[in-house]
T-cell receptor, first 115, second 113 residues
Framework: AQKVTQAQTEISVVEKEDVTLDCVYE???????LFWYKQPPSGELVFLIR??????QNEISGRYSWNFQKSTSSFNFTITASQVVDSAVYFC????????????FGQGTRLTINP | DAMVIQNPRYQVTQFGKPVTLSCSQT?????MYWYQQKSSQAPKLLFH???????NEADTPDNFQSRRPNTSFCFLDIRSPGLGDAAMYLC????????????FGPGTRLTVL
């Protein structure tokens, strides 16, 4: 069975600090996808990134970066120079590669950036 | 802009009174999903449609049903809402056979009195 664990329930930092959100996953599939979604207070889930299990390259997008390590089954997310607008709940998710791509979500990390 | 639209954004119903939530999409995606998200929890998949093919999750209560009359629309019917069904209901779509991310609507927050 697939499982995603986000051990950090809540994180609170001061603006401009760097913050890393941890994600550990379990799956028996050799091919799978990993995702990060952001859920601001408005409630809509906003897609941030998708990673194929065969692509272990780290990715940087502006202040966001992702570290995928298959050896430790981790897909961590770092926000550099955090801003108040980054405050949200962040979900890591895992899906099968085929079929209907059903998402299994972690429990989410509530990130609060204080001014 | 192409998007996923959910109506209404807020729905209040009474215990046991049937309620229907609506989702529409302009993305022309094959797959539509319904998730239930209770307070401070992760979204949980209820069911999905792959074109007209309905797929129910094993642990989705019988109280929840869905209809997809065409590609653009999908409905979530709760036949007899209980207090435990109060939640945010999220609709999402994805394009198949190309693997891609799921696009989510803004959600409908259901309150059961």
């Amino acid at each position: 069975a697939q499982k995603v664990t986000q051990a950090q329930t809540e994180i609170s930092v001061v603006e401009k600090e760097d913050v890393t959100l941890d994600c550990v996953y379990e799956t028996r599939d050799t091919t799978y996808y990993l995702f990060w979604y952001k859920q601001p207070p408005s409630g809509e889930l906003v897609f941030l990134i998708r990673r194929n299990s065969f692509d272990e390259q780290n990715e940087i997008s502006g202040r966001y970066s992702w570290n995928f390590q298959k050896s430790t089954s981790s897909f961590n997310f770092t926000i550099t120079a955090s801003q108040v607008v980054d405050s949200a709940v962040y979900f890591c998710a895992l899906s099968e590669a085929g079929g209907a791509q059903k998402l299994v979500f972690g429990q989410g990390t509530r990130l609060t950036i204080n001014p | 802009d192409a998007m996923v639209i959910q109506n209404p954004r807020y729905q209040v119903t009474q215990f046991g009174k049937p309620v229907t939530l609506s989702c529409s999409q302009t993305l022309n995606h094959n797959v539509m999903y319904w998730y239930q998200q209770k307070s401070s929890q992760a979204p949980k998949l209820l069911f999905h449609y792959y074109d007209k093919d309905f797929n129910n999750e094993a642990d989705t209560p019988d109280n929840f049903q869905s209809r997809r009359p065409n590609t653009s629309f999908c409905f979530l019917d709760i036949r007899s809402p209980g207090l435990g069904d109060a939640a945010m209901y999220l609709c999402a779509t994805s394009r198949r056979p190309v693997d891609t991310e799921q696009f989510f609507g803004p959600g409908t927050r259901l309150t059961v009195l």
